[in-house]
Structures are given as C-alpha cells and as structure tokens.
C-alpha cells in the first residue's frame, strides 16, 4: 500500500439504498440467529499511540469514509434492502473506546479480550462498527482492534479504515480532509415517505435493468468481440454458480457440537519469503498452497479427533473490485467453494485436487457471474435476502479468506503496527474460520473457532505448521531433482 493523497482516498458517492451484495449480510444476521456477520481487525502495536494524533486519524477516517456515520433503517414492510441514514446523535465517543488489559498483557490474553468482543452482536440502531484501543500488555505494547459489520465492508475495503488510520512514516502528519457527504435521508420519516422512496428507488432500478437490456442489441453491434466474451464468461460464470448449488451438502460430525455463540481466536505469522521459495518449485499459487495446507490441518486433526470425514466444503471469497473501488467501504465480493481432501495423506495429490478446483473456479468464470446475478436482486424483498443468505451458509464447512494488504510497515499515531491479523466469525455449523492477510514481509493469519466443537483450537495452528513443513519439505525435493542432471 502506497502513501496515499487525499484524493486517492476520496469516497464514492453513496446511495442511500443498501446494495445487495451488502444487505445478503445484513440479512444473514437475522436469518441465522447465531450468527454475527462480523470481521474484525487486530493492530499489534510496538507502543501506546499518541491520543492527540489517534483521534486525528478517526477524524481523517470518518471524513472520508462518511459511511461509518451512518445506520441502517429497514425499508417498510422489508420489501425492499435497507437505507443507509445519517446517525444524528453518532457519538464517536461509542465507537471508539479505551480499555487495559490486567497484568501481565499476555498475547493470550488480549486474544481471549477480542474473542469476546467478537462474538458479541453489533448494535442495530448505531453505525455498524467499534474501535477498541487497548494498553496494558506487556513490554509496553499496545492494540487496536476494529469490529466491522460484514454489511458494511468487506476485507479489502477494510484496507481503506486501515490506510486513513495510519501513515507510511512514524511522525507523517494527517492530511486535513474536508468531509464526503453521501446522498442524505432521514431517519425520522414517516412510512409513507419511506415507502415512495422505495417505489422510486426499485422504479430507476427497474428502468435501468431495462435500459440495459433495451440497448443491449446496440451495445454488441459497436463491440461484438467485447460483448460476445462478456457473455461468455458471464454464462460460464452462472453455469459454476450452478453446479455449486447442487452439490449435496456435507455434514460434519464435529459441528454438531457447537453452537455457533463462542469464539476462541488465535494467531499465525508465516515469512512471506518462505512460503514463496515453497510455492515456486511446486508451480502452485499462494491460494492452492494455503488450501493445501489448511486441507493437510483438517486431516490431522480429524484423525486426532478419530473422526472420519473425507471432505469439508470450503467457502473462498475472491475480490471483484476495481482499482478505483479499493478506497471505499461495502462488498464487492464474490465465492466459490473448494472440496478439502482430508483423508489424502500425500500432499502433492492434495495439492493437486485443490490446484484442479481452483483452476476450475477460475475457467469458470464464476466471479464474473455475482456483478450479472446482483442486479436482479436489488428488487427482492427481504424475505428472500434472509433465504438466499441461509440457503448459502448452510452449505459450508469452513471458510478461508486471503487479502492482499500493505507491503510496508504502517504507523498509527507514532506506534510501529508490528502484526496486523484478520479474522472472519464462524457460525452454527461452520465451526473454523481462516484469514490471512499479507503486510509488511509477512503473511498474518488470524484463526477463529468455536469452542465448543473444536475444544482444543490451539491444535489448529500447530497442525498448520506441521501441514505446512510437509509442502515445504515437497519442495525442496522437488528442487533437487530439478537440479539434478
């Protein structure tokens, strides 16, 4: 991540109407009662920040990212998304607390901290995110953790909170930023209000699918190549989308013991450098090699666990953003799913599977087909938001996610950020959730189980490290005998 001016900062435009993609989380909370769709972020700090220049980071923050002062109101009679709306009594005071850590401020402890903070719902009638700054651990470090609605971000836009909140150098200034204001409604409008806003938002919704499909003909005839492989991937796209909905779902013993209600959260640091001097003699990506590996944890641990299961259905989110949306709040995500082999012993045949999966995913098109399918929703009422959202949930195991963030060291208010982890929630019936996150040199990953189906989480991250020694050690024999004549 570069250092950015303020106008590279700057925020889009923001309907108040709650696009789709981001109210299929926001439906998801009430659809599935255990599960809070929330992402969380955790700052490692080398000190306590200046309290001066943190808030003029939030300032700098809610400026340009005028969503983090708004709440949601549901549209009349939920037919509709949601509205964003101005929260007139934000209190930043609410979002952006100050708390210590009891003696001695282990990692241990500020992890058992934030596990139950995230697994506390959000409340609905403010702006969907908190802010904990936490001292008191030891060595005189210290912490910030942020606490997202998954309505309201998405891991990459989470970059955006990230980079107005911090700078490239130790004493760099925040710019002076004059505030973004979206397209404002009130909150206090009556139902009638709100429902004629709701009929003239589906009717230019409406009118544009329409004008759309009216000059589609037109479009094709000035670019036929163009249109002919938009088509094709987007056709491509649907038929993978498809396939995945009629895979038959995997149940997995050892959900069935949690509940979905408690977090358990732990943390994983992996050179970057590493991983690339195991991935390059394999031929594989990143992505296929974290899978691997994740598929390799899983198999141990169910061996351990003397549990037979010979695949998990892995959920993988992808980035449909743009370069001119990394700067802005709201999802612009896609999924596919992975079937982790987990009573594969060998890890170049796992590696393997995956790779074949992957690349499947990837032929498909199947990210080209959520921007094609959003368009349509806009105009379903929330009854349907709530049975897509728990139609989807109820076909994954498990769920790993990869976000590419800063390359170098960033500052927050003087401190050094030493670690930067991500972590997504788990549910009922998903009881491990895996992010990572790339910064500085280092990939960060962040681990979040239930205690209750998976008692023992600390297994998680020593079996990845087992998991991940085997690949290591593929590739080094791979080397070898490339090397040898």
């Known amino acids: 991540m570069t250092t950015a001016s303020p106008e590279s900062l700057r925020a889009l435009e923001l309907a108040p109407r709650m696009a789709p993609s981001d109210a299929l989380f ?4 009430s659809a599935l009662p255990t599960l809070r769709p929330i992402i969380g972020g955790l700052f490692v700090l080398d000190r306590v920040p200046d309290p001066e220049r943190a808030d003029r980071g939030w300032d700098v923050a809610l400026a340009l990212l005028p969503r983090l002062r708004q709440r949601v109101v549901e549209a009349p009679l939920h037919l509709g998304p949601p509205e964003w709306v101005e929260d007139a009594h934000f209190d930043r005071a609410y979002h952006v607390r100050r708390i210590s850590l009891p003696a001695p401020g282990t990692h241990r402890q500020l992890l058992d901290l934030i596990s139950a903070v995230l697994a506390t719902p959000l409340d609905h009638e403010r702006p969907l995110w908190e802010a904990y700054a936490i001292e008191g651990l030891e060595g005189g470090r210290a912490a910030l953790f942020l606490k997202l609605h998954h309505a309201l971000v998405d891991g990459v836009g989470a970059l955006a909170i990230l980079k107005a909140l ?39 919704a409406s009118s544009g699918l329409a004008w759309r499909a009216a000059t589609a003909p037109l479009r094709i005839a000035r670019r036929p ?27 997995d013993p050892l959900a069935r013991g949690g509940s979905g209600l408690s977090r358990r959260l732990d ?23 974290v899978l691997t590996a994740l598929a390799g944890t899983l198999g141990a641990y ?13 959920m993988v989110p992808m980035n449909l953003r743009g370069r001119d949306e990394r700067d802005t709040l709201g999802n612009r995500v896609g999924t596919f799913q992975i079937m982790l082999p987990l009573r594969e012993s060998r890890p170049e045949r796992r590696l393997a599977r995956i790779a074949r999966q992957t690349g499947d995913a990837k032929r498909d098109r199947r990210g080209a087909a959520a921007p094609f399918l959003a368009q349509p929703l806009g105009l379903l009422p929330g009854l349907a938001f709530r049975w897509l959202a728990r139609e989807a ?10 976000v590419p963030g800063p390359a170098e060291r960033r500052y927050l208010a003087g401190a050094t950020v030493d670690g930067l982890f991500p972590f997504v929630s788990v549910v009922e019936g998903m009881p491990l959730a895996v992010a990572l996150l790339s910064y500085a040199g280092r990939l960060e990953i962040g681990i979040d189980t239930d205690p209750e189906a998976i008692p023992d989480a600390h297994r998680i991250a020593e079996l990845f490290e087992q998991s991940l020694d085997e690949l290591e050690a593929l590739a080094q024999a791979s080397g070898r005998q490339r090397r040898e004549p």
């Not at 190549?225 to 779902?249: D, F, I, N, Q």
């Open 26 to 29: 926001w439906y998801a909370e």
């Open 166 to 204: 911090t700078r490239s150098h130790r004493d760099a200034p925040h710019p002076t930023v004059a505030p973004r204001r979206p397209a404002r409604r009130r909150a206090d409008r009556g139902i009638l209000a709100r429902t004629l806003d709701l009929a003239w938002d589906n009717a230019r």
């Open 225 to 251: 190549v163009e249109s002919a492989e938009w088509a094709w991937r987007t056709a491509r796209g649907v038929r993978g989308v498809l396939a995945e909905l009629g895979t038959p779902k995997i149940e």
């Open 267 to 289: 943390t994983l640091e992996l050179p970057l450098e590493r991983l690339r001097k195991i991935k390059a003699p394999l031929g594989a990506t990143l992505n296929d090699l």
């Open 302 to 314: 169910y061996r351990e666990r003397r549990v037979r299961v010979s695949e998990l259905s892995c």
């Open 393 to 402: 949930l109820s076909r994954v195991n498990v769920c790993c996610t990869n």
